[in-house]
């Protein structure tokens, strides 16, 4: 649909978004939040509490929210997610209809140490979360990015906050073009 996204994901806490934000600084693209986009401060009274009651009507938004701000002549990276966790506390892909409505020029994936991300979470947020939950869901960032690179044929980077440069790089390859 928009062809002029780039798409960064990785687990709440794991520094994607100060890194996509010296990426679009960087390139001199537009950066996007997701949950800004979808407005999750309007669907959550605690914004810190990162369960999603509804993931498809979370999806939706975010589809109807980029049409809403994306112009085609500009250039963007969105900060967002590969997988959520359900008002269950349960990992959920985000679904691939999702991902083909954005049709990203790329896909990245910012991981790190479970440790760490677990403090940034603990001191930020005030919510206690277990070391294996965390590992989880940033396995399954991986994993359900890797499967919808191969889908939508889409390139692939996956690494950490020391990989600033060969992200950059990714990014920059898949906009290609267009910047």
């Not at 794991?14 to 934000?21: D, E, I, P, W």
């Not at 999702?98 to 020029?105: E, G, L, V």
Request: charge should be negative.
């Amino acid at each position: 649909m928009f062809n002029n996204i780039a798409f960064v994901g990785g687990i709440h806490g794991v520094g994607k978004s100060t890194m996509c934000k010296r990426i679009c600084a960087d390139l001199n693209i537009n950066y996007l939040s997701a949950s800004d986009v979808l407005q999750w401060a309007n669907i959550k009274l605690n914004h810190k509490d990162k369960k999603v009651d509804d993931i498809g009507l979370t999806q939706d938004r975010l589809i109807n929210g980029l049409r809403d701000v994306i112009d085609l002549d500009e250039y963007y990276l969105l900060d967002g997610h590969f997988c959520l966790l359900n008002k269950n506390n349960e990992i959920f892909n985000i679904p691939i209809e999702t991902f083909k409505a954005i049709d990203p020029t790329s896909l990245t994936v910012v991981i790190g140490v479970i440790e760490d991300i677990k403090d940034r979470l603990e001191t930020r947020d005030k919510i206690q979360y277990s070391i294996s939950l965390l590992q989880d869901m940033q396995n399954s960032e991986v994993e359900h990015a890797t499967t919808l690179s191969k889908l939508l044929k889409k390139p692939i980077t996956i690494g950490s906050q020391n990989d600033y440069l060969s992200m950059l790089t990714a990014i920059k390859v898949s906009l290609k073009g267009k910047l």
